[in-house]
């Protein structure tokens, strides 16, 4: 029903920047909080941040200071911009939309994801 699909992913050094976008399929305005989540290999599904539709923000610890999350819902859209990239940045980054959450479980729709790689 509903259908998310993440893009920006790529090969960057580290203290680089990327920004990663996540288009849904429907309309997302007062309808769902959106999160990005990511997995490096070997490890579980990790919370990096959710806004909800109010535009509220809240960060993982790892990433605040460096990551900022924004919404677009004229394009239904949702957006990470990663700045000041570390070596255990990387992971393969999930945009999820549903409940305002920090666990995934809570979360009904998710995109396939896009590799971030940081690494000279």
């Known amino acids: 029903q509903v259908q998310l699909a993440e893009s920006g992913g790529g090969l960057v050094q580290p203290g680089g920047s990327l920004r990663l976008s996540c288009a849904a399929s429907?309309?997302?305005?007062?309808?769902?909080?959106m999160a990005w989540f990511r997995q490096a290999p070997g490890k579980e599904r990790e919370f990096v941040t959710v806004?909800?539709?109010?535009?509220?923000?809240t960060y993982a610890e790892s990433v605040k200071g460096r990551f900022t999350v924004s919404r677009d819902d004229a394009k239904n859209s949702v957006y990470l911009q990663m700045t000041s990239l570390k070596p255990e940045d990387t992971a393969v980054y999930y945009c999820?939309?549903?409940?305002?959450?920090?666990?995934?479980?809570?979360?009904?729709?998710w995109g396939q994801g896009t590799q971030v790689t940081v690494s000279s």
């Open positions: 429907v309309r997302t305005a007062n309808s769902y909080a």
């Open positions: 806004v909800n539709i109010f535009g509220g923000t």
């Open positions: 999820a939309a549903g409940s305002p959450s920090f666990r995934a479980t809570e979360y009904s729709y």
